[in-house]
């Protein structure tokens, strides 16, 4: 019997449509994108996201845990010190937030208008 494709999305074998549980809910590409830079604390990343809500965020970095794709760092400090940074899953993820910014630049984010020569001097 043949396969289709929905029946691969239907039985979890499809490795996009398994990528896609991690990267597609909003903010998760904006939080690895801004641990590729390093570990992070909550407040650091909620300033990163800017509108994002604090039980948002929360969520998103439990379900990112969960997937294996950050860990939590708690530093036995006072007051206590929680970091989050990527794993080596987390990582492997770099590339696609590498092109969603290649894309992002080139087809959505309109140029800037250029400027004549006559309006650069005035």
């Not at 379900?63 to 990527?86: C, D, F, K, N, T």
């Amino acid at each position: 019997m043949k396969r289709t494709m929905n029946d691969v999305h239907q039985h979890g074998n499809c490795a996009v449509a398994a990528t896609a549980e991690i990267m597609a809910t909003k903010w998760t590409p904006l939080i690895v994108h801004d641990l590729s830079e390093g570990p992070r604390r909550f407040m650091q990343l909620e300033h990163a996201c800017p509108g994002i809500s604090p039980r948002t965020l929360s969520e998103r970095l439990d379900m990112l845990e969960r997937q294996g794709v950050i860990a939590r760092r708690s530093y036995p400090e006072s007051p206590p010190r929680v970091e989050y940074e990527l794993t080596g899953k987390g990582r492997a993820l770099l590339p696609i937030i590498r092109e969603m910014r290649k894309f992002g630049r080139s087809w959505m984010i309109p140029e800037p208008p250029k400027r004549s020569r006559s309006t650069a001097r005035a």
